[in-house]
């Protein structure tokens, strides 16, 4: 099946005009499956991380948000063991007046701005609200032994 025109055009804006900091490269055998990957924001406890994604666009797009989903391990109060992401864009606040590049924008600002008091994993929140030094720590640790190139 063909792809919508807005596809096409999304997908070669964010090949010839990339976000800083942001990989998505469709995959050749499914134009809406995408590899995504996301630099750890400076001054977080993701700095120096490179953290993969998957995104698929389902049939609907844009009327309903993109499917995004991590697949590097983090620790993070609002992405859970199985990397999915509590993010009002990706919910009831999704709008097909927003892009590919918004909704990985606003993946990276999450990573920035983690949010214990909309909690997704609910273990992780809990620990950053009672110890948030430690909390940060532990999720540097995280990005050093699972987002950096020499992890495994």
Sequence with gaps: MALPKRIIKETERLVSDPV?????????????YF????????????????FKLELFLPEEYPMVA??????????????????????DVLKTNWSPALQIRTILLSVQALL??????????????????????AAISTAREWTKNYAQDDAA
């Design 112 to 133: 920035g701005a983690p949010n214990p008091d909309d909690p997704l994993a609910n273990d992780v929140a809990q620990r950053w609200k009672e110890d948030e030094r």
């Design 66 to 87: 993109p499917k995004v989903r991590f697949l590097t391990k983090i620790y993070h109060p609002n992405i859970d063991k199985l990397g999915r992401i509590c993010l």
């Design 35 to 50: 590899d995504v990957t996301v630099d750890g924001p400076s001054q977080s406890p993701y700095e120096g991380g490179v």
């Design 20 to 32: 800083p900091g942001i990989t998505a490269v469709p995959h050749d055998d499914n134009l809406r």
